[in-house]
């Protein structure tokens, strides 16, 4: 890649260079040596703002998983009532049918004199009327017993349709209510960040950028200096590698909550797209991921593998090798590359496993 999207390895390298320079106990400036703000806020450094800032931004992941989940499992509920819709309509239409049969037999019935085909048969001279009158009776007594039979397993599946209808609607409303709570609670969550770092003059928002950089660093290189990449030596999948190439064509695109491209990316809509490229369906949210994917020990990770972070699950990124990442971090950021233990991990799945 050339111009703003610099190549994989090189990135690499860079947050491999940079681990090595930056040793775990780096010192920051104070924040208390800074200039005095012309209007003086609480007694927070700005290194408690940032944590604050990035328990929002969590928050908000955390809220952004759950409205991926609500939206995932709304569209397959409305997939499932369109295709009950379908269901019933078929059986609606074979209903109609069947009562037609049954009411053309009820009018031949009456044409006859409303007798029934029994009497009809008992009073017939002829022998070879009365044993072909008797097949007749066998196989009119037969299509009729299977033609009510048919219409009553109709009337059953079409009353089980109405009421699996009924009960989706009901999971379609309740889904549609957590998607509706989940898109509040994000809206407000990052609102809340967004209204901290406006406070800030710029080059104390200049000075937070640094100090999450630095945050980021500092657990990266306590990471790599517990000789954690030593054991670490897979080489990813021809799908992994697929993977891989779609995840950093997306490097410098925005990170938006709910968003799976093409445009713009939340964290786990970038894995998921990154492995659907690949020929390979998984889980829409990090959540589910950590869930449903096969699980392995970091040791045994490789290029493509997906790296779940936080108690909660509420983050993932594509491990590259050598102790780099691709993900999309937040709301604010670009999808970008960066060191693999800048963040607690949880743990690490494999979609082609």
């Given at each position: 890649?050339?111009?703003?999207?610099?190549?994989?390895?090189?990135?690499?390298?860079?947050?491999?260079?940079?681990?090595?320079?930056?040793?775990?106990?780096?010192?920051?400036?104070?924040?208390?040596?800074?200039?005095?703000?012309p209007?003086?806020?609480?007694?927070?450094?700005?290194?408690?703002?940032?944590?604050?800032?990035?328990?929002?931004?969590?928050?908000?992941?955390?809220?952004?998983?759950a409205?991926?989940?609500?939206?995932?499992?709304?569209?397959?509920?409305?997939?499932?009532?369109?295709?009950?819709?379908?269901?019933?309509?078929?059986?609606?239409?074979?209903?109609k049918?069947?009562?037609?049969?049954a009411?053309?037999?009820?009018?031949?019935?009456?044409?006859?004199?409303?007798?029934?085909?029994?009497?009809?048969?008992?009073?017939?001279?002829?022998?070879?009327?009365?044993?072909?009158?008797?097949?007749?009776?066998?196989?009119?007594?037969?299509?009729?017993?299977?033609?009510?039979?048919?219409?009553?397993?109709?009337?059953?599946?079409?009353?089980?349709?109405?009421?699996?209808?009924?009960?989706?609607?009901?999971?379609?409303?309740?889904?549609?209510?957590?998607?509706?709570?989940?898109?509040?609670?994000?809206?407000?969550?990052?609102?809340?960040?967004?209204?901290i770092?406006?406070?800030?003059?710029?080059?104390?928002?200049?000075?937070?950028?640094?100090?999450?950089?630095?945050?980021?660093?500092?657990?990266?290189?306590?990471?790599?200096?517990?000789?954690?990449?030593?054991?670490?030596?897979?080489?990813a999948?021809?799908?992994?590698?697929?993977?891989?190439?779609?995840?950093?064509?997306?490097?410098?695109?925005p990170?938006?909550?709910?968003?799976?491209?093409?445009?713009?990316?939340d964290?786990?809509?970038?894995?998921?797209?990154?492995?659907?490229?690949?020929?390979?369906?998984?889980?829409?949210?990090?959540?589910?991921?950590w869930?449903?994917?096969?699980?392995?020990?970091?040791?045994?990770?490789?290029?493509?593998?997906?790296?779940?972070?936080?108690?909660?699950?509420?983050?993932?990124?594509?491990?590259?090798?050598?102790?780099?990442?691709?993900?999309?971090?937040?709301?604010?950021?670009?999808?970008?590359?960066?060191?693999?233990?800048?963040?607690?991990?949880?743990?690490?799945?494999?979609?082609?496993?």
């Amino acid at each position: 890649m050339t111009g703003k999207r610099y190549s994989t390895a090189t990135a690499v390298a860079l947050i491999c260079a940079a681990t090595v320079l930056a040793a775990p106990g780096t010192a920051f400036a104070s924040p208390a040596s800074a200039p005095a703000d012309p209007t003086p806020r609480t007694d927070k450094s700005l290194e408690e703002v940032r944590k604050e800032i990035d328990d929002l931004y969590h928050d908000a992941g955390v809220a952004t998983d759950a409205y991926n989940a609500a939206e995932e499992k709304a569209d397959k509920q409305s997939e499932q009532i369109v295709q009950l819709a379908k269901d019933i309509a078929k059986g609606q239409a074979k209903l109609k049918k069947l009562k037609a049969r049954a009411g053309a037999a009820a009018r031949a019935q009456y044409r006859g004199g409303g007798m029934p085909s029994e009497a009809q048969l008992m009073l017939s001279d002829d022998p070879s009327q009365f044993l072909d009158g008797a097949r007749r009776m066998r196989q009119g007594e037969k299509a009729t017993k299977g033609m009510l039979t048919e219409l009553e397993r109709t009337q059953d599946d079409l009353r089980v349709y109405a009421e699996d209808a009924t009960a989706r609607w009901t999971k379609l409303e309740a889904s549609r209510k957590s998607k509706a709570a989940a898109k509040k609670k994000i809206k407000k969550k990052i609102a809340a960040a967004e209204k901290i770092e406006s406070t800030l003059e710029k080059k104390e928002q200049e000075r937070l950028r640094k100090l999450e950089e630095a945050a980021a660093l500092k657990k990266q290189s306590a990471w790599v200096s517990s000789g954690v990449l030593k054991d670490i030596d897979g080489k990813a999948s021809a799908r992994g590698k697929k993977a891989i190439e779609f995840a950093t064509a997306q490097i410098g695109k925005p990170y938006v909550w709910g968003a799976e491209g093409p445009g713009s990316y939340d964290c786990s809509g970038l894995t998921s797209k990154a492995w659907a490229s690949a020929g390979r369906g998984i889980p829409r949210t990090s959540q589910e991921q950590w869930k449903q994917l096969p699980r392995v020990d970091i040791k045994n990770m490789r290029p493509g593998d997906l790296i779940i972070y936080h108690s909660d699950a509420s983050h993932v990124g594509m491990y590259l090798g050598d102790g780099a990442i691709v993900h999309a971090p937040r709301p604010g950021r670009d999808v970008t590359i960066t060191g693999a233990g800048s963040m607690q991990i949880l743990g690490v799945v494999r979609p082609d496993k």
